[in-house]
């Protein structure tokens, strides 16, 4: 029963993301960045459904019933936060550029080889992030389809290729607004259920009273804290929230989409935790059968509970791996091969390869699913990595007049080498065991796991910074003008 409900609403989601492909009608503009036409309320709504997947779910729940619930409440607390500040200091900015991808800001910026760099550390970083929502499908698909881990990964990816393809950025608005409102249907009625049914119980020392999570090391608060400040800053520079951000009808409209999608992430998912903690006491011993909350409503749960939960999981899940799907092929194609970059208009050919580099996309990143199956940790590590090589560059390159390509080349180079060699000698990841990539030493232990994350970001900002500062000042360029309240206007209204 479970098993026939979510599979017809992905049915209707997929058909909905398809029947989106007639919005798109060969423009690229529209396919991109939905032709700069959304509103603010459609912005925040797609916005929402980036963090709001599986990792930020999922994960939530998984981390907050095994470390505590500051250690899943991490997950939307940092996310929340970095909608807040792209909101308060960043989006009008952006918007107002009328540039389609993040890479273009850095190009502009900083030059052409920034320019590929920033667009292969971003692609890259994407590709663990969509690992991540690919293990939370493989590992729905297991517990209720009961196929193997490896076949639902495999089921899920053509799904999500079928709607990205055709839809492009209105098959993630559709589908977004979709989950944002089973979503809230169902953590509702979930937080409802388990209140009026088992209670909220916390298991001692797990609890939000329990703020040795955030103080004490031993307790995992660096790691903790490492994980907020590493989303809250490397989202800054996720290319699939840019992309949402650049569809917004205006400046104004991107800024208020972000502060109000801050506010919506924090009621959706900060509920999860306090499930998890429940969960524990519910399921029992079964809480190591896999992700908790699979388990909460498989076994304990009503059957339309069930259905409403895992749909909107789902949904999230889906809008978000079309996104990422869709931002990294239109970097690739945009500004690592500069498809048609002569010719200033979008053209179909731009538009036809951006659909064929979703592919390797989504092979590269189910290949990572498989290697490491993990949530919540994949999450925290795709922004991990962009926090220490791209942040810095990007914030004070907006803010700061000083430093040009050298010192934005050795913000990336130095914060991205000591964060690579901690990785690769620390044996676990915000508290999981490396399977990734770790070399066995006697040199680098477990207590520096979340500082290096910071050391690695102090590091790219010093660079940065002393750079910049024993440099010449760089010639005046055409920096994004902050434009409030301007009209909007696509590349498309540029043709001759």
């Known amino acids: 029963m479970i098993l026939t409900g979510v599979a017809l609403f992905l049915l209707i989601l997929t058909v909905s993301g398809v029947i989106s492909a007639r919005r798109v009608r060969g423009d690229t503009a529209n396919y991109l960045v939905a032709g700069r036409t959304l509103p603010a309320v459609l912005v925040a709504a797609v916005l929402i459904a980036q963090p709001v997947d599986s990792n930020a779910t999922i994960g939530n729940a998984d981390l907050s019933a095994t470390f505590g ?33 993040l890479p273009e800001y850095f190009r502009n910026r900083f030059g052409r080889g920034i320019e590929v760099v920033s667009s292969l550390l971003t692609v890259g970083s994407f590709a663990i992030l969509l690992a991540g929502n690919l293990v939370a499908l493989g590992f729905l698909l297991e517990r209720f389809l009961g196929v193997s881990y490896t076949l639902g990964i495999f089921i899920t990816v053509p799904l999500a290729l079928l709607y990205t393809i055709t839809g492009g950025m209105f098959a993630s608005v559709y589908t977004g607004v979709a989950q944002v409102i089973v979503n809230v249907i169902a953590v509702a009625s979930l937080v409802t259920w388990v209140a009026t049914t088992h209670g909220f119980s916390t298991p001692e020392g797990m609890g939000p009273g329990a703020l040795d999570q955030l103080t004490s090391a031993e307790s995992g608060a660096v790691i903790n804290w490492a994980t907020i400040i ?52 519910i399921v029992g011993d079964k809480a190591a059968d896999g992700p908790i909350l699979y388990t909460l409503l498989a076994d304990y749960a009503p059957t339309w509970l069930a259905i409403v939960v895992i749909s909107g999981l789902l949904a999230a899940t889906l809008t978000t791996v079309s996104g990422i799907l869709l931002s990294t092929a239109s970097v690739m194609v945009r500004n690592v091969f500069r498809v048609d970059a002569h010719i200033e208009v979008m053209t179909p050919r731009i538009l036809k390869a951006t659909r064929w580099w979703t592919l390797p996309m989504a092979a590269l990143s189910a290949l990572v699913a498989l290697r490491v199956p993990q949530t919540g940790i994949l999450l925290t590590l795709a922004f991990d990595l962009l926090l220490v090589s791209l942040v810095v560059p990007f914030v004070l390159g907006l803010y700061w007049s000083r430093g040009g390509a050298a010192a934005a080349t050795a913000a990336i180079v130095v914060g991205g080498a000591v964060r690579l060699t901690y990785f690769v000698l620390t044996p676990t990841i915000y508290g999981v065991d490396n399977t990734l990539l770790y070399f066995p030493n006697e040199w680098v232990s477990t207590a520096v796991d979340g500082w290096s994350t910071l050391i690695a970001a102090a590091a790219s900002l010093v660079a940065y910074v002393v750079v910049a500062l024993v440099t010449p000042r760089r010639a005046a360029v055409a920096e994004p003008a902050v434009v409030a309240d301007a009209e909007p206007t696509t590349l498309a209204a540029a043709r001759p």
Request: proline share 4%.
């Open 230 to 281: 590493a989303l809250a800053l490397g989202n800054l520079v996720a290319i699939d929230l840019m992309q949402r951000v650049f569809s917004a009808s205006s400046p104004k409209a991107a800024q208020q989409a972000c502060l109000g999608a801050a506010a919506g992430i924090l009621v959706l998912c900060i509920p999860l935790s306090f499930v998890a903690l429940a969960a524990v006491t």
């Open 69 to 101: 619930f500051w250690a899943g409440a991490a997950l939307p607390i940092g996310l929340a936060l970095c909608l807040l500040l792209m909101g308060l200091f960043f989006a009008k900015r952006l918007r107002a550029a009328k540039v389609v991808t």
